[in-house]
């Protein structure tokens, strides 16, 4: 499989010993609900193969505001008096210490890439685009690039901030493509979408492999250097291995 393409999984659907074993690129799910100790993911960084990547989801508190359930796994205990302070990439000072953690936890695991993943009520209006802009304004990232899913959004003000912050636009190639392409691609999918809804218990059929393959073979044509495919369905094991067997005599 070429170097350019990366192939993986949303989280780890079996042991990590033996994803590492079949796999080159894992996106960690684990930093997105709550902080992860230290020594945790240094172990992670060195159970792991030298050559092997760790994207990591940044942490909730950057992304949702507290009445999303997820605020549950948290381990905050009183993260409910946070309500108004998180979430939505406001750029208040609890939410860039978030950041902060987030950028941590990706310098110990020496990751390449962050995804930000806002969710579908994160809407372009003109406030939540002037939170993101101030966001990435006051951030730090050092030689991180940052891949953002803004669901919610137009592509015309995706395209905008992706441009104006050199932004991955992250999407699942099934359902829509990216406003912006840069050099970086980052693709997530899903599963089956029905109108706004997805189905996440979802195989996909080798047509639909075959498919993606063309989007990424016409991606790299277009000049784009590498691409990142990750796999968030409850098939996602063995769709991942399914699809990097076309491009095993590449």
Known sequence: MSVKLKVGCCG?????????????????????????WDKTLKRWRESAPNDFEFTVKAFQGITHDVNSPTWRKSNIKEYKSLKDKVGYLRPTSEVLSFWSETLKAAKILRSNIILIQLPRSFRDTKENINNASNFFEKITR?????????????????????????????????????????????????????????????????EELKSLKEIVIKYFEEGVKRIYVLFNNSYMYEDAKRFMRYFEND
């Not at 780890?12 to 902080?35: C, D, G, N």
């Not at 441009?163 to 840069?182: K, M, N, Q, R, T």
């Not at 999918?189 to 979802?202: A, D, M, R, V």
């Open 12 to 36: 780890f659907p079996t042991s990590m010993s033996r994803y590492f074993s079949e796999f080159k690129l894992v996106e960690i799910q684990a930093t997105f609900y709550r902080i992860i």
């Open 142 to 206: 050092g030689d991180i690039r940052i891949s953002i899913e803004l669901r919610g959004w137009s592509k015309t003000s995706r395209k905008a901030l992706c441009e104006e912050y050199d932004l991955i636009d992250v999407v699942d190639p099934f359902g829509d493509s990216p406003a912006y392409v840069g050099d970086v691609l980052y693709f997530r999918l899903h599963g089956k979408y029905t109108g706004t809804k997805i189905i996440y218990n979802y195989r996909y059929s080798t």
